[in-house]
């Protein structure tokens, strides 16, 4: 209740609009990008109160040392060891199959800049459990965020990115110089 009334006061105070797709009703994968600022992170809040989302996102395991650590997991934070990434995947599989049900908000552009490529967890998370992709955003260009369609992943990597891209063709991130084209290593 709290967390819908912080929501609502948020977005009436905010320049951002939502403009937003059904929330999902079952348990998904959800793609925070272009991932280009830590504001993302409170866009990604407004919009998962105001929707009434429960969400899990995974965080480098850095955000969660101190006096952090306590409020970034009462927020749905999983601290991520960079040292062990493939790790990750595995725990949240175990989750999904113990009949846990959240949105795992996963920004696969990574930490904000520096990259060439997505990260492909969130594509192998959403295939090894069959949890759809439910595609979020945020576009700095109109002002808006929001969730975007939910759809399911069929095994064609490229087919499956092809329509990842085309829904993010047009979207940029609060740093437009830091946004990563949604392509996988996997597509060659």
């Known amino acids: 209740m709290l967390r819908r009334l912080t929501a609502r006061i948020f977005w009436l105070c905010s320049r951002w609009t939502l403009r937003t797709h059904p929330a999902p009703t079952q348990p998904t994968v959800l793609i925070g990008a272009p991932h280009t600022s830590n504001w993302d992170f409170v866009l990604m809040l407004g919009i ?13 395991k850095s955000l969660f040392h101190g006096w952090r650590g ?21 725990d949240v599989v175990a989750q999904v199959r113990q009949g846990e ?6 920004t696969p552009d990574g930490t904000r800049r520096g990259h060439t490529h997505w990260k492909s967890g969130f594509y192998r998370i959403a295939r090894e459990t069959g949890m759809p992709v439910t595609l979020g955003y945020v576009d700095r260009t109109t002002m808006t965020c929001g969730l975007g369609p939910t759809i399911e992943l069929t095994g064609d990597i490229p087919a499956d990115m092809d329509r990842i891209r085309a829904f993010y063709a047009d979207k940029a991130g609060l ?6 084209e949604p392509r996988l290593r996997e597509e060659g």
Do not use: N, S, Y
């Open 48 to 60: 998962a109160w105001r929707l009434g989302v429960h969400v899990r996102w995974l965080g480098k």
């Open 70 to 90: 306590p409020v970034m997991r009462a927020l749905g934070g999983i601290p991520v060891d960079r040292d062990d990434p493939g790790r990750v995947v595995g």
């Open 101 to 106: 049900v959240f949105g795992l908000v996963v």
């Open 175 to 180: 740093r437009p110089a830091h946004r990563v």
